[in-house]
Each structure stands twice: as structure tokens, then as C-alpha cells.
Nanobody, 123 residues
Framework: VQLQASGGGLVRPGDSLRLSCAAS????????MAWFRQAPGKEREFVAT????????YYADPVKGRFTISRDNAKSTVYLQMNSLKPEDTAVYYC?????????????????WGQGTQVTVSS
């Protein structure tokens, strides 16, 4: 299984970004997907997760109402739409795949990880 994350960059506070994560090597619709992030000097933290079918979705409190996770099973791709970005959203963002359709907020529940994409929010 390979996960290829993309879409990160340097943006200003209030801007938007959309991250993508393309998967290969496993039946995508059978896998819950998630986004985690890790800021310098901090532990990896949960951002959002989505069931294999596309619903339901769950979010960490700091991103609720600003971020949206979605997936296109035909393209084997999961997305993270990030709006109203804040400096505290600065981190490396990782996509992760689970061996079940059931979503989880715990990183240890995920078997496969992408390489990460840097998001920097700064004025």
C-alpha cells in the first residue's frame, strides 16, 4: 500500500488549502481514512477521519467548522479542505489508512501512512 499526500504550502491566516492523499495497493472503499498532523516539538495529533463509505466523519475540536474531510472512492483519494487557516494549524499533515471501514481518532489504529505534506500558515 502506498499513500501519496500533496497540496501543502505556505499561506496567510484566513486562507484555504486542500490536501489530497492518493492511495494504491488496497481496496480503498474498505478502508477508513484519516488525517493527522504534527507540529515541531509536539506529538502527532488527530485532525479528521472518515468511514470507508464516506460517512460519518469526525473532527478534532480545534478544526471543527473549518476543515472538511471527504473521499472519492472511484479515485482512491481522500481530501482535507482547510478553510480559515490559523498559524496554529502549521504542521506536517499525514494521511493514514486503516484495515477496516470503521473510523478512529487513534494513530495506533492505522496501519499505513503517507509521507506527510507541510502546511505553514504565516503572515
Amino acid at each position: 500500500v502506498q499513500l501519496q499526500a500533496s497540496g501543502g504550502g505556505l499561506v496567510r491566516p484566513g486562507d484555504s488549502l486542500r490536501l489530497s492523499c492518493a492511495a494504491s495497493g488496497r481496496t480503498f472503499s474498505n478502508a477508513a481514512m484519516a488525517w493527522f498532523r504534527q507540529a515541531p516539538g509536539k506529538e502527532r495529533e488527530f485532525v479528521a477521519t472518515i468511514r470507508g463509505s464516506g460517512s460519518p466523519t469526525y473532527y478534532a475540536d480545534p478544526v471543527k467548522g473549518r476543515f472538511t474531510i471527504s473521499r472519492d472512492n472511484a479515485k482512491s483519494t481522500v481530501y482535507l479542505q482547510m478553510n480559515s487557516l490559523k498559524p496554529e494549524d502549521t504542521a506536517v499533515y499525514y494521511c493514514a489508512m486503516r484495515r477496516t471501514v470503521v473510523p478512529s481518532a487513534y494513530p495506533n489504529d492505522y496501519t499505513y501512512w503517507g509521507q506527510g505534506t507541510q502546511v505553514t500558515v504565516s503572515s
